[in-house]
């Protein structure tokens, strides 16, 4: 821990406005903070992070405060799943060069995911995702990611590199993204040619209205994914007026179940939310959204760890069925409910009933074929 120390700067109590004093019930009260001395993270779940880097956005920053901005909301929630512990680690320190911050959170999100801790990143523009993608490449371990985000962050013709930077991380040597998913793009602020370009390459990319209309869809999507990485912009100003840009987008609601579904999943290792811009809020009231985003990761969590491992065939039902002349194994939890598909190479993946109910039919289920055409 201490080389971790190197990078990472303590959270002052004023700061956080831990002074002024909190509940029993509180998460402030069950969160061990990094102020003077660093803690022992041994029994932590969860390692919350922040993340000071913004030039990526914008050369005249502006949101260096955020991941404070964000713990004072998150500190006020209550603490219900005191299975869940957690620990958070302060702020990364910000590099001379912006590569030298995605250096640093790389170095210290790779210690925690060697130590098998699920992290949490707050703060930071959209871009910092590359030092947390980074993470993986320094320990070698392909991975499915996902953006949640309004726009397709692979505009080539523009210097900004918040507006870029996936460019770097799916085509980057050596690419160890297997596979890619994006939700809630809104179509408008996309062009065309892109999204062919991402069918292309096997990519799944989910407009706003498909992730709206087929909400229970998405949780297979994130109980795959080891990496995610959600952006405020994502949400429709009403719900988080620091996004100034855009009037459409998901509700608060919408973005805590999707944050929710993230958490129930156990290959999941880091979940960053980036974009936040204090000085464009209005009564905090983003802030408090990014907390409850937080909150309801935890939730997930916490559901994540009373699902059964698939040894344990007890805890499951078993379905067999066939379509197309494949024979295919299906199984239900019986703790959460949730589905997994058998795929020819005998690896399971998170699947709904709605593919239960396609293949019963004799009829491929989409996520089966996409899969299949990736291997």
Same mark, same amino acid.
């Given at each position: 821990?201490?080389?971790?120390?190197?990078?990472?700067?303590?959270?002052?109590?004023?700061?956080?406005?831990?002074?002024?004093?909190?509940?029993?019930?509180?998460?402030?009260?069950?969160?061990?903070?990094?102020?003077?001395? =660093?803690?022992?993270?041994?029994?932590?779940?969860?390692?919350?992070?922040?993340?000071?880097?913004?030039?990526?956005?914008?050369?005249?920053?502006?949101?260096?405060?955020?991941?404070?901005?964000?713990?004072?909301?998150?500190?006020?929630?209550?603490?219900?799943?005191?299975?869940?512990?957690?620990?958070?680690?302060?702020?990364?320190?910000?590099?001379?060069?912006?590569?030298?911050?995605?250096?640093?959170?790389?170095?210290?999100?790779?210690?925690?995911?060697?130590?098998?801790?699920?992290?949490?990143?707050?703060?930071?523009?959209?871009?910092?995702?590359?030092?947390?993608?980074?993470?993986?490449?320094?320990?070698?371990?392909?991975?499915?990611?996902?953006?949640?985000?309004?726009?397709?962050?692979?505009?080539?013709?523009?210097?900004?590199?918040?507006?870029?930077?996936? =460019?770097?991380?799916?085509?980057?040597?050596?690419?160890?993204?297997?596979?890619?998913?994006?939700?809630?793009?809104?179509?408008?602020?996309?062009?065309?040619?892109?999204?062919?370009?991402?069918?292309?390459?096997?990519?799944?990319?989910?407009?706003?209205?498909?992730?709206?209309?087929?909400?229970?869809? =998405?949780?297979?999507?994130?109980?795959?994914?080891?990496?995610?990485?959600?952006?405020?912009?994502?949400?429709?100003?009403?719900?988080?007026?620091?996004?100034?840009?855009?009037?459409?987008?998901?509700?608060?609601?919408?973005?805590?179940?999707?944050?929710?579904?993230?958490?129930?999943?156990?290959?999941?290792?880091?979940?960053?939310?980036?974009?936040?811009?204090?000085?464009?809020?209005?009564?905090?009231?983003?802030?408090?959204?990014?907390?409850?985003?937080?909150?309801?990761?935890?939730?997930?969590?916490?559901?994540?760890?009373?699902?059964?491992?698939?040894?344990?065939?007890? #805890?499951?039902?078993?379905?067999?069925?066939?379509?197309?002349?494949?024979?295919?194994?299906?199984?239900?939890?019986?703790?959460?409910?949730?589905?997994?598909?058998?795929?020819? #190479?005998?690896?399971?993946?998170?699947?709904?009933?709605?593919?239960?109910?396609?293949?019963?039919?004799?009829?491929?289920?989409?996520?089966?074929?996409?899969?299949?055409?990736? #291997?």
């Amino acid at each position: 821990m201490q080389d971790l120390q190197d990078f990472l700067e303590p959270v002052s109590v004023h700061t956080i406005n831990a002074d002024e004093g909190y509940y029993e019930g509180q998460l402030a009260r069950h969160i061990d903070l990094y102020q003077e001395a =660093m803690p022992d993270i041994s029994p932590a779940s969860i390692v919350i992070i922040g993340a000071k880097e913004t030039r990526g956005e914008s050369i005249l920053g502006g949101a260096e405060n955020a991941a404070n901005e964000i713990r004072k909301e998150f500190y006020k929630l209550h603490y219900w799943h005191t299975d869940i512990k957690i620990c958070d680690l302060g702020n990364v320190k910000t590099g001379e060069t912006v590569a030298d911050s995605y250096a640093a959170l790389k170095t210290v999100v790779a210690a925690l995911i060697e130590q098998q801790k699920t992290v949490i990143i707050i703060g930071g523009s959209h871009d910092v995702t590359l030092g947390q993608y980074n993470a993986y490449r320094h320990l070698n371990l392909q991975i499915e990611a996902t953006c949640i985000d309004a726009k397709i962050d692979l505009q080539s013709e523009t210097p900004i590199r918040s507006d870029n930077f996936l =460019m770097e991380m799916l085509t980057g040597d050596p690419n160890l993204v297997k596979h890619y998913n994006h939700l809630g793009f809104q179509c408008y602020l996309v062009h065309p040619k892109l999204l062919e370009t991402m069918d292309k390459l096997r990519f799944d990319c989910y407009r706003l209205g498909t992730v709206l209309e087929l909400m229970e869809e =998405m949780e297979p999507v994130l109980r795959n994914s080891h990496l995610i990485s959600f952006d405020i912009c994502a949400i429709k100003n009403a719900d988080a007026p620091a996004n100034t840009d855009l009037p459409n987008g998901f509700t608060g609601i919408e973005a805590c179940t999707l944050a929710r579904y993230a958490g129930m999943s156990d290959r999941l290792s880091s979940f960053g939310l980036y974009g936040y811009r204090p000085e464009l809020d209005r009564n905090a009231l983003t802030a408090k959204q990014a907390a409850q985003i937080l909150w309801y990761f935890i939730d997930g969590k916490h559901k994540s760890l009373h699902e059964a491992n698939h040894e344990d065939k007890h #805890n499951f039902i078993e379905f067999h069925t066939a379509f197309a002349e494949v024979d295919t194994l299906f199984l239900q939890s019986k703790k959460t409910g949730r589905w997994w598909m058998q795929m020819p #190479n005998n690896k399971l993946i998170a699947c709904s009933y709605s593919d239960y109910k396609k293949a019963s039919q004799n009829q491929i289920p989409e996520r089966w074929l996409r899969v299949q055409e990736r #291997n």
